[in-house]
Every structure is written in C-alpha cells, then in structure tokens.
C-alpha cells in the first residue's frame, strides 16, 4: 500500500542513480562508505561462503565484503547503480561481480548463495513484488543460507524516499514463509542526506505530508542523519517449487 499522495512506481531509480530525479545530485542512502549495520554484521562472522548483495546501489557494502575476503556478487535493477558499483571496485582495487538483475526473479543464480544481503531493498517493493522476492532468494539460495535484511518499519517518517513502511507482521508473514527469522529487532540506518534534505525529498515525493512527518531524528557519533530501520536475520527452510508461471510453496520442509 502506497502513502497518502505518494506512488512509489513514480520514482525512476536509474534517474535516482545519474542525480535527474527529484531526490537531488545524489542518492540519500549513498553514503560512500559501507552502513554501520553491515559492518557490524561482519565483525561478527555473519557472513559466510558466497555472498549476494541484493539492491546493491553503488556497491559499498558489497566492496566492503570482499576485502574482508568473501566472494561476493551483486545485483540492482538500475544499470546506472551497477556501472558506478563497478567503478568503486575497481577503483579500490576489488573483486566483486555486479550484475543488472530483476531482485523479484533473479534469473540465472539458482542454488548459489550463502547469505544474502538486503540493505534496504525490501520497503522498496510492493506487497506483490515481496512475494516474489522471497521465493526468488530462496530459489537462488542453498540450504541453510543465511538472510540479512533492513527495511524501513511502519513507524518511519512519513514519505521517506524509495519505501513503502513495513510492518512485523508483514516481514513475519511474508519472509516467514520460506525462512526461519532469528532475530527481528531495531536499529539506526546512516542516511547521506541531513535532516533538512530528508524533509526537502519527503515534500517533493508526497506533498500531502507536513513537517510533522519527520519528527527529530537520531544521530551517529559522527553527526550523520539516522532512519530507524527493522533489523532482520534468517535462515532457509522449506521448499519452492515452480509449477507453470506459478509458485508453489511448501514449508512443511
């Protein structure tokens, strides 16, 4: 479901990507460096065997996981984002496989994954789409792979860029069908853009929000803007079959 005054299909990502959209020159979550969150997640061993970056944007994240080592490939669906992840790779010297990819299909990468990493990609996605994805990522995925995802929760500011909110019982019932969540907790996401910028975008994307909106937000150590993001760790069970053009799916498994 869309917010008031707000149609995601509206925002054109590789526009987003090349600095023509109404976000401005560049992309809020861009921050040049990998999230905080993800980091976090490494220093912790959360990351296993191969590796994909779902939504990768720019790449950082998934340039951070390889030079901790790991083979890491990563998809998005603008080609804009994929040729600047490149460049980054290559840039500090990097190997990591980016590729244009349809995250609900994900063609061609059955079997494949470890874990998997989901920055903010899944607010991105309509209830229909998120559907897709999941299975998508279970088919690209082998058993007993692991899933990190961050989305924005159902209590986020207003009209915040590329998302639609999402609620537990959204990410219990939905990821839930073919993954096991672990853990499912808050944390902070580190935005490139201030607070007044945040509020600029949420005005040119739903003019129908007010100030009130976007209530006083969090802030890093080092001054940067935080989102409040759910925080979600599982790993695959079940099984999904393709019958026809359909999914069928059974997590008796």
Not at 7 to 28: C, E, I, K, M, Q
Not at 47 to 73: H, K, M, Q, W, Y
């Amino acid at each position: 479901m869309t917010e008031p005054g707000f149609n995601l299909d509206d925002l054109d990502f590789d526009a987003v990507y090349r600095g023509t959209s109404p976000l401005g020159p560049r992309p809020p979550w861009d921050t040049g460096e990998p999230q905080p969150a993800v980091v976090a997640l490494a220093d912790a061993g959360e990351f296993r065997g191969e590796v994909l970056d779902v939504g990768c944007g720019p790449g950082d994240n998934a340039i951070f996981l390889a030079s901790r080592g790991l083979r890491v490939t990563g998809v998005d669906g603008a080609p804009t984002a994929v040729e600047q992840a490149r460049r980054r790779a290559g840039d500090r010297g990097v190997e990591v496989t980016f590729e244009v990819a349809d995250a609900t299909r994900l063609d061609g990468f059955t079997d494949r994954f470890d874990t998997v990493l989901d920055s903010a990609l899944y607010h991105c996605l309509d209830e229909q789409a998120r559907h897709d994805y999941v299975v998508a990522l279970h088919r690209a995925t082998r058993p007993g792979a692991r899933l990190h995802l961050f989305c924005f929760p159902d209590d986020a500011p207003l009209g915040l860029p590329g998302s639609f909110r999402v609620t537990e019982a959204n990410l219990r019932e939905t990821v839930g069908r073919l993954w096991t969540i672990t853990r499912l907790d808050r944390t902070g996401y580190v935005s490139a853009a201030t607070a007044e910028e945040l509020r600029q975008a949420m005005h040119q994307l739903n003019p129908d929000a007010t100030d009130d909106d976007m209530p006083e937000l969090d802030r890093d150590d080092r001054g940067r803007v935080l989102l409040p993001v759910w925080r979600l760790t599982a790993e695959r069970t079940g099984t999904a079959e393709r019958t026809g053009t359909a999914e069928r799916t059974d997590t008796a498994g």
